[in-house]
């Protein structure tokens, strides 16, 4: 693939080339490595000449389908066109994506993405950017945000992922999972016959509705699930911090529900002696990530949690690099 951009041109029609040298013909295609984050909500793409960085841009993730391998394929085309220069060339890209479930739903996306780049390329959850962008070899990814997901692999490179199931189903652990169990204990402290504590006033004010047998009415009117219950999350943290024991149990349950996807993918035999953590819920409050390394150190002492600190990102180019 070739982006289609025409280059520069001084007024005598000549082409500067990357050094500022003038040259009679076409400026010469630079090759790069492009790695490439589709998030829920952002998209993160860098591309990369050796060790330089020569695009580095983020775009909102509106109208990626990864269920439709055409219409991704297509939709990542169109972002290569738009961000790299015009004088570039993928030598190679990798894509770790939001709602990539599978290695058969990787496979059919990379193929589909053939139809408009002729250049090694691979295709993988988001979660699987971790490890490498970490500088790891192996481990787990392991993503808390709007949803949760671990990835590990076998001693072959088999990849096992666990959880990912959605907020209806699963999520565990993550702002919408928190969300969903802190409604839960609520209610049925509501059923009780128990006073509303803070977290039952912290959900009343965020659902804005004034009594607690109106908050299943209010999740079940979302129309974006995980977003729109996720977002509510900081008030189970606040009412943990405000002294709610009902919070405080949400938090914990959640931080175990994590580690037990690590412990599931240790039980298939995956390599898990790390566990590299992103995203928002897990690294901004630290009660849910002193809950899930405490959760570790009792299911799986030894193992080695490290909170990613880089943008994902990272991991993608590591994975275009390892193409070539």
Known sequence: MQVSTPSAQDSTGSVHDSTGSMQGGPAPLV?????????GTKTHLRACSGTDVVVDTVRPSTGWRPHDPGEAAEWLAGLLREALPGD??????????????????????????????DAPRRIVNDAELLVPALGLKQGVGLVAGTGSVAVGHLADGTLV???????????????????REAARAVCAAHDRGDPPDPLARQLLAAFGVGEVP??????????????????????????????????????????????????????RGAAVNDVVVAGGVILNQAALYSALDDALGRELPGTRLHPLRVPPVEGAVELARALL
């Open 214 to 267: 109106a908050i299943g009415a209010a999740l079940e009117s979302a129309s974006d699930v995980s977003a729109d219950w996720g977002r509510h999350a900081d008030a189970v943290f606040s009412a943990a911090a405000a002294g709610s024991g009902l919070a405080h149990d949400v938090i914990a349950a959640g931080g175990q529900a994590l580690a037990a996807l690590v412990t599931r993918l240790a039980d």
């Open 88 to 117: 570039a060339r993928p030598a190679s890209v990798a894509v770790g994506a939001h709602g990539c479930e599978s290695p058969r739903q990787g496979a059919l996306l990379e193929q589909a993405l053939g139809a408009h780049l």
């Open 31 to 39: 090759p790069l490595v492009v790695g490439i984050d589709v998030g």
């Open 161 to 179: 992922q666990v959880g990912g199931w959605g907020a209806v189903l699963g999520d565990e652990g993550s702002s919408a999972g928190i969300v």
